[in-house]
């Protein structure tokens, strides 16, 4: 399938969504309208809330508080997830003696964490950035890991025979090894650290998505909620899409999937 036909079919399911959501919230079938406005509103009232939060400003304060938080717990979470998960792979007994200890962390909920970091760290920026690392550390942790144990036992006895080193291994065999499993934890990892970040400013803050969100919801303004929604999805897809430019700036020498195949 070509582009352009993906991109086609991809706007034609939005508008199709769209075109559905608008008619059966303001026009009745059978007398009744099936999806009632006082709780889903309708794509033209949440289209017009994000035209007047942009054409006034007021979502620019918001926005960038919210960037900022998801950009600090995706770089520090990311980046503890690389380096802990290549050090347990590297050091099964390491690993062995704090397997309990990683999944029990792993297996908090994390909303349950929030008012923690709020004792913490305050109101500001580091507590919610502080949720995000926690959602962002272990998916980028456990693929890493999985992806340097993923080395083929062949590979590591043919390097080991032309006399590479462990550094050698490290950079030509383990790193390559580890980068496709990493950048599909990190695809995943940008929604979380947007989520950890909207997740504290709506428990608890005086800006940001989260916060204009939970402002809209306390006043029953549907539209506000879902504006804060789609304003919230096209932030990650951004965000995503700078993660797929990178990806393959550094995956240059993986063959194509038709290649592949």
Do not use: C
Not at 6 to 21: C, D, G, N, P, S
Not at 66 to 89: D, P
Request: hydrophobic content about 60%; charged content about 10%.
């Amino acid at each position: 399938m070509s582009r352009v036909i993906l991109l086609a079919l991809q706007v034609l399911v939005a508008v199709a969504t769209l075109a559905l959501w608008q008619l059966f919230s303001t026009v009745p079938v059978f007398g009744k309208v099936l999806l009632p406005p006082f709780f889903f509103s309708n794509p033209v009232d949440v289209f017009s809330q994000i035209v007047k939060w942009f054409s006034s400003g007021v979502i620019w304060k918001h926005l960038a508080i919210t960037l900022w938080e998801s950009i600090l717990a995706f770089v520090i979470g990311s980046a503890g997830g690389i380096l802990v998960g290549f050090w347990f792979a590297r050091q099964p007994r390491v690993a062995a003696v704090f397997d309990p200890y990683v999944k029990m962390v792993n297996a908090l909920p994390r909303v349950v964490l929030a008012p923690i970091f709020a004792l913490w760290f305050g109101l500001g920026v580091w507590s919610k950035v502080a949720l995000g690392v926690t959602l962002v550390f272990f998916i980028v942790f456990f693929n890493v890991y999985q992806g340097v144990k993923e080395v083929p036992t062949t590979v590591l006895d043919n390097g080991r025979m032309l006399g590479m080193n462990e550094r050698q291994l490290m950079r030509h065999v383990y790193w390559p090894s580890a980068l496709s499993w990493m950048f599909s934890s990190l695809h995943t990892s940008v929604g979380f650290a947007v989520v950890g970040a909207v997740v504290g400013e709506y428990l608890g803050s005086a800006a940001g998505l989260g916060y204009l969100i939970q402002q809209a919801e306390g006043v029953f303004d549907v539209a506000g909620v879902f504006a804060g929604m789609f304003v919230l999805s096209a932030f990650v897809i951004l965000i995503d899409m700078a993660v797929t430019v990178v990806e393959k700036r550094l995956l240059v020498w993986r063959p194509a999937a038709a290649a592949r195949d």
